[in-house]
């Protein structure tokens, strides 16, 4: 059975940063994509960012591109993002998802394994 776990989160101040934490575990191989996204008050589950876990590719949201960096490391399983230049409007439940393959998914259907989300509150 996998598991998906999300830490990290929690509050900061505009322009301040957050680190995200996903690790993955159970799976009988280690290929999967994984992606962070995020649900507002009052709006729909968006993707903010995916990692592929052929060749590192990445995509990014248009509204975090340049402010949000997806990365991970194999040997644990784990996938981060680092959040910089953090705006009120990305305040949100921030959720981890992984699916089997590489290819850079980026709609939710798409990912079968979820992660318990975790809060982020950006202050003005």
């Known amino acids: 059975q996998v598991h998906v776990l999300a830490s990290g989160g929690g509050q900061a101040q505009t322009g301040g940063f957050l680190r995200l934490s996903c690790s993955i575990s159970?799976?009988?191989?280690?290929?999967?994509?994984m992606a962070w996204f995020r649900r507002a008050p009052g709006k729909e589950r968006d993707v903010v960012a995916v990692?592929?876990?052929?060749?590192?590719?990445?995509y990014y949201a248009d509204a975090v591109k340049g402010r949000f960096t997806i990365s991970r490391d194999n040997d644990q399983n784990t996938v981060y993002l680092q959040m910089t230049s953090l705006k009120p409007e990305d305040t949100a439940v921030y959720y981890c998802?992984?699916?089997?393959?590489?290819?850079?998914?980026?709609?939710?259907?798409?990912?079968?394994?979820w992660g318990q989300g975790t809060q982020v509150t950006v202050s003005s």
């Open positions: 998802a992984a699916r089997l393959g590489s290819a850079l998914a980026n709609r939710a259907d798409e990912y079968a394994y």
């Open positions: 990692n592929s876990w052929s060749g590192g590719r990445t």
């Open positions: 159970g799976g009988t191989n280690n290929f999967y994509t």
